[in-house]
């Protein structure tokens, strides 16, 4: 079965520096990874995917991601954090096959992001 | 705005009722997922069905039940409701031949008293 790990409940940044939120993965065959965003009382919003191609993929809002392989990590990164970026996030994987698309996520990362 | 609706956005009820929790696709989409998002469990995968018929399961009690009609709205069913039942349920939706891409409803938060 495929599984994402957030080792991190919590990420706390000062405004200006630059984020990560770690995630690995653990998968049989080529990963189809995303990250999700859900804001308080809000529902979920997509950041971005990686199914093939580059390494290094960009999504809104200012955020990219990087799959490694040899790490199985998908790590979300952003150059200069803004408070508004606070929230929680999930890190993705795609299980099934044809029209079967069930998303498995990670227990999530609360960002913390402050003035 | 993801062109998902839920209705309703909230639900209060007692232990042992029944309730049910509406989902509309985005037009043209086939396929409806549900999913279930609780402090205890997280964010987890609970029924797909695609275009009326079910497509992949997850770990969804034998206490809840969905479906998917002709004109490709979904209900969820939750029976004998127990206080750990309280939770946001997401609806999603996606293209046909596009099922990375998930577009979630707004979710609608039950709770069980």
């Known amino acids: 079965a495929q599984s994402v790990a957030q080792p991190e409940d919590q990420v706390n940044v000062a405004e200006g520096n630059p984020l990560t939120v770690k995630c690995t993965y653990s998968?049989?065959?080529?990963?189809?990874l995303f990250w999700y965003v859900q804001y308080p009382n809000r529902g979920l919003q997509f950041l971005l995917k990686?199914?093939?191609?580059?390494?290094l993929v960009k999504g809104s809002y200012g955020f990219e991601a990087e799959f490694n392989k040899s790490q199985t990590s998908f790590h979300l990164k952003k150059p200069s954090a803004l408070v508004s970026d606070s929230a929680l996030y999930f890190c993705v994987v795609l299980e099934g096959s044809g029209n079967t698309g069930k998303l498995i996520f990670g227990q999530g990362t609360t960002l913390q992001v402050k003035p | 705005d993801s062109g998902v609706t839920q209705t309703p956005k909230h639900l209060i009820t007692a232990t042992g009722q029944r309730v049910t929790l509406r989902c509309s696709p985005r037009s043209g989409d086939l396929s409806v997922y549900w999913y279930q998002q609780s402090l205890d469990q997280g964010l987890q995968f609970l029924i797909q069905y695609y275009n009326g018929e079910e497509r992949a399961k997850g770990n969804i009690l034998e206490r809840f039940s969905a479906q998917q009609f002709p004109d490709l709205h979904s209900e969820l069913n939750l029976s004998s409701l127990e206080l750990g039942d309280s939770a946001l349920y997401f609806c999603?939706?996606?293209?046909?031949?596009?099922?990375?891409?998930?577009?979630f409803g707004p979710g609608t938060r039950l709770l069980v008293l």
């Open positions: 990686y199914i093939t191609g580059d390494n």
């Open positions: 999603a939706s996606s293209p046909p031949g596009l099922r990375e891409t998930q577009y």
């Open positions: 998968v049989s065959g080529n990963p189809y």
